[in-house]
């Protein structure tokens, strides 16, 4: 079964550095989402993607992030300058035209 | 009202045991209703989409209630293997919009031999 793929599985950056988080979505899939889960809450919408543009975004998704699909195949999240706070689980998600969203297994990033 | 509530649980059930979480949602335009589970530090997995007609898969069976903005999930016989914890999550797109999923907290299920 395809399925949405994420590197790195683990991140471990300095406060104030800049962090790239890499997904790969289902291939024939045509939206992209970003998601977040701060350990022991619940999970949280950042943005989402659609014909190389952002569809929407949550209070979270400020201007520390940014999104990019540089090529036919990968989906990234840029946080610029990372904060302690930025320490979470970040899940990708893509789907077909149908909402049925599909998960990759997450990056977990730790700032220190 | 939070946008989507679920049973605080944690649900502590022998094998073999029913089970019933319940999760209620504020937006009336919402479209599209899931149920996901997810293990711990692991990702969301999708379950069960939810209709408005009721839906079953093997031992889950899953309902919405548009009037009452409800949503159920059962489970039947239940297997060590369901112990994980289970996300409503609904979708506030209308027609044809993506929209994005939003989750509840999640209730936990312990089954215990």
């Known amino acids: ?5 994420q590197t790195p599985s683990h991140q471990v ?4 550095q800049e962090v790239i ?5 289902i291939s024939n899939h045509l939206y992209f989402y970003w998601y977040r889960q701060i350990l022991g809450q619940k999970v949280e919408f950042l943005v989402s993607f659609y014909n190389n543009e952002i569809s929407e975004k949550s209070e979270i998704f400020d201007d520390q992030f940014s999104v990019e699909r540089p090529d036919g195949s990968n989906f990234t999240l840029k946080i610029r300058s990372t904060k302690l706070e930025d320490s979470a689980m970040y899940f990708c998600a893509s789907s077909e035209a149908n909402p049925t969203q599909h998960f990759g297994d997450g990056t977990r990033l730790s700032i220190l | ?11 502590n059930v022998p094998e073999g045991a029913t089970v ?3 999760c209620t949602y504020s937006n009336s335009a919402s479209q599209s209703f899931f149920w996901y589970r997810q293990d711990c530090r ?7 989409s939810v209709y408005s007609s ?6 889950f069976t899953a309902q919405l209630n548009r009037a009452s903005q409800y949503i159920s999930l059962l489970i039947r016989d239940s297997k060590l293997s369901d112990s994980a914890t289970y996300l409503c999550a609904v979708n506030k797109g209308y027609g044809g919009s993506q929209g994005n999923l939003i989750f509840g907290k999640g209730t936990k299920l ?3 031999p």
């Open chain 2, 1 to 11: 009202r939070k946008e989507v509530e679920q049973d605080p649980g944690p649900f």
């Open chain 1, 13 to 16: 950056t300095q406060m104030g």
């Open chain 2, 54 to 59: 009721g839906n079953e898969d093997g031992r």
């Open chain 1, 1 to 5: 079964e395809p399925e949405v793929t």
């Open chain 2, 42 to 48: 692991k990702e969301p997995k999708l379950l069960m």
């Open chain 2, 110 to 112: 312990s089954v215990k």
């Open chain 1, 21 to 25: 988080l890499r997904c790969v979505p």
């Open chain 2, 20 to 22: 019933a979480f319940n």
